[in-house]
Structure formats: C-alpha cells, structure tokens
C-alpha cells in the first residue's frame, strides 16, 4: 500500500510517500480501506520534534503520522461483531498513540469508530473525527448547562467551530474570539457575539462567564482567566502541563483550570453521528487535497490562515 512516511523529525520536505507493507488484524480490529483522512494541529506540532514524535510513536523511524480516518471496512478481525465488510466508518484511531492514519490502509481498533452518518461525504465524515471529538469531550468534562456563558477561543478553527455548534447544542450562550474577516463565519455557525481578537481586549467586552474553552495557549489564556467568574473553569488543549505562573494565576482569580487530552471513542464518535444525522453538526472544509499533495496540505494547515478542517482524498 501507498503511505505518506515522516523520515525524521522536522518541516514538510521530511515526508515522503512509500510503498508499505498492509497492516496485520488483530482478533478486534477491522481493515479499513481509507477514502478520505484529515489532518490537525497535533500532526504539525509532532512532526517538529523528536521528543514530542518519540512521547506520541516511539523511537521507530520512518513512521507513518495522522489519526484521523473515514474509508470502507475490507477485513474483520475474528472477534468483530460491530461491523462487516463494506460498511462505511469513520474515526480518530488510536489516539493518543499510533494511529497510521496517512495511508490507504488502516488497521483500526473497533472500539475507535463508528459507522458513517447517512447521507455525508467521505470527505465530511474524516473532517468530523479529532478536532469533533476535542470539543465534545472537553465541553461534557466542564458540565456545560444550559444558559451558560460560554467563551471558545479561536473559533473559525478546526476544534472551535465544532465547539460553537456543540456549546449552542447543550443550551449555553457562546461568545467566540476570531479575526474581524471571519465575524460572520463565527456568527453562522450560531455563536452569540464575536469579539475580534485583533481590535479587542478580553476583559474590556466580557466577564462573568462560566467556562473558557482554550485552543490557543500564550497570551490568550492567560487572558481568558481573567474574564471567569469566581469558581468559573477554564479547559486549554494547547498545553499538556500547566506551569506553576497559570497556577498560580487561577488560584488568585479563585477559578479552575486544566489541561485536556482527548481519547479515541467509539461511543463518543456515535454520539457525533447521531447529531451529523439531526442536523445538529456539521463540519466545515476549508481545502481537500490529493493524498499525494499532503506536504502542501500540512503547509496550508500550519499557515494558521484555515478556516475549518483540511482534508485529503486517497
């Protein structure tokens, strides 16, 4: 099989594609014939860095990155009983941990996916994986409820404007941050209010809100702990650990705040069918690439200028 390859640590130029030998099954895995995966933030940040390729894949060299997955099942290993041959799946495999995402087979973990949502694309079903997945875990982790005052960093993002359409979906009031060009983006996909992070300072438009969802890290967090109320919660993915000045921080601001890791799911990836089914979520696609063009994808991802998900035809 054909697979994008990361030969050692570093930019775009270190992938390379390579013919690689088809993934064994496990007695509870299927084979899944991959139409269409997308990428995200994770694969950019990984591929830089020994250390962080190392945490996530351990020492082996080339490796073959990506998590994120939506194709047609060819192989059940012996124990399956969730699905069949030529059944139509998507999800986030393996993470955190080897997923092997970037080729056009993938052994996948039944426990990982679900069956596609009737009547999306494979392309839409591959977009709907990790960075759906981040803002539903993350927003049930902080027990958002309705009438909620609810601030998502980064919203014309990849995991932001997922999270716009779950927050909205579990009843809170969402303001979302983004550049003054994507103020409608952020609004149609039913956020309340916009601030635009450029012209803007946090704590001169909001406050009292009851949870911050965090994408950005830097500046911003330590912006947003200052917007919670008393006893407010703030959930960042940009940071693994949390240093001892955020600490710090949330405990003069009398809030809570933590680092999220999201974790594959099947019975996470149904829910987010069902609501694909309801119409409650969609993604948005901000470019398909050919598999083949994945270093120029990784480019256009890492420009930070995406709005919505990449995405790749095998």
């Not at 390859?5 to 895995?29: C, F, Q, W, Y």
Request: glycine content about 8%; proline content about 4%; some cysteine.
């Amino acid at each position: 099989m054909k697979a994008m390859v990361l030969e050692r640590a570093g930019g775009v130029e270190n992938l390379k594609m390579a013919e690689m030998a088809k993934p064994i099954l496990t007695e509870s895995e299927v084979m899944v014939a991959v139409k269409a995966l997308s990428i995200n933030p994770a694969d950019a940040k990984a591929k830089y860095s020994d250390h962080m390729l190392n945490l996530f894949f351990g020492t082996q060299r080339p490796l073959i990155l990506g998590w994120d997955i939506a194709g047609v099942v060819t192989e059940v290993g012996e124990n399956v009983t969730e699905f069949k041959v030529g059944d139509r799946v998507f999800g986030m495999v393996n993470f955190p941990g080897v997923g092997n995402a970037y080729a056009e087979y993938v052994a996948a973990p039944v426990g990982h996916l679900a069956k596609m949502p009737n009547g999306f694309s494979f392309e839409q079903a591959a977009a709907t994986t990790l960075a759906a997945l981040t803002a539903l875990q993350v927003l049930r982790q902080a027990r958002v409820k309705p009438g909620d005052k609810v601030l998502i960093q980064a919203g014309s993002g990849g995991v932001g404007h997922f999270a716009i359409q779950i927050a909205k979906r579990m009843g809170a009031y969402v303001i979302s941050t983004s550049s003054a060009k994507n103020r409608d983006f952020i609004l149609g996909w039913g956020a309340d209010e916009h601030i635009d992070y450029r012209t803007q300072q946090l704590n001169d438009v909001v406050s009292d809100l009851d949870f911050v969802f965090d994408t950005l890290g830097g500046e911003a967090l330590k912006n947003s702990l200052q917007v919670l109320k008393k006893g407010g919660t703030l959930i960042t993915i940009a940071l693994l650990e949390l240093n001892d000045e955020l600490k710090a921080s949330a405990k003069e601001h009398k809030v809570s705040i933590s680092p999220f890791l999201v974790r594959s799911s099947a019975e996470d990836m149904n829910v987010l069918k069902n609501w694909m089914e309801e119409g409650v979520l969609k993604p948005c696609i901000a470019n398909v690439f050919p598999f083949d063009q994945l270093p120029a994808a990784h480019t256009a991802m890492e420009s930070g200028r995406a709005v919505g998900k990449i995405v790749l035809v095998v």
